[in-house]
Each structure stands twice: as structure tokens, then as C-alpha cells.
């Protein structure tokens, strides 16, 4: 896996946690959701990279 891609999809997860966690501090619940969705997208495309990487070596 690419170490842009790597950092990038990283980047994600850590961005969805804070909205997330901002969100249920605030009581906001439409920003925890959109936090959440974030951190999983974020998670699905490292599984994802991680699988292709697999798969070429």
C-alpha cells in the first residue's frame, strides 16, 4: 500500500473520530453521525488497500 494513500485514508479515521466524539459532546447528533460515517469510510478503504496489497505480494 502506498504510503499516501496510507496516510491519507489514516487521516480520515482520525477526522471521523473527532467529529464523532465532538459531536456526542455537544449533544450534536447529526455532526456524531456524520463523524461516524467518516471513521468507517475511513476503515473500509484501509481494509480495502490492505487487501489489494495482499493480493499483489
Known amino acids: ?3 499516501a494513500k ?3 485514508n489514516l487521516g480520515q479515521i ?18 456524531a453521525r456524520r463523524g461516524k460515517a467518516e ?4 476503515r473500509v478503504k484501509q481494509a480495502m488497500e490492505k487487501g489489494r496489497d495482499s493480493l499483489r505480494h
Request: net charge positive.
Open 14 to 31: 482520525v477526522e471521523g473520530k473527532a467529529m464523532h466524539t465532538t459531536g456526542k459532546a455537544l449533544g450534536n447528533k447529526s455532526l
Open 1 to 3: 500500500m502506498g504510503i
Open 6 to 8: 496510507k496516510t491519507r
Open 39 to 42: 471513521l468507517v469510510r475511513g
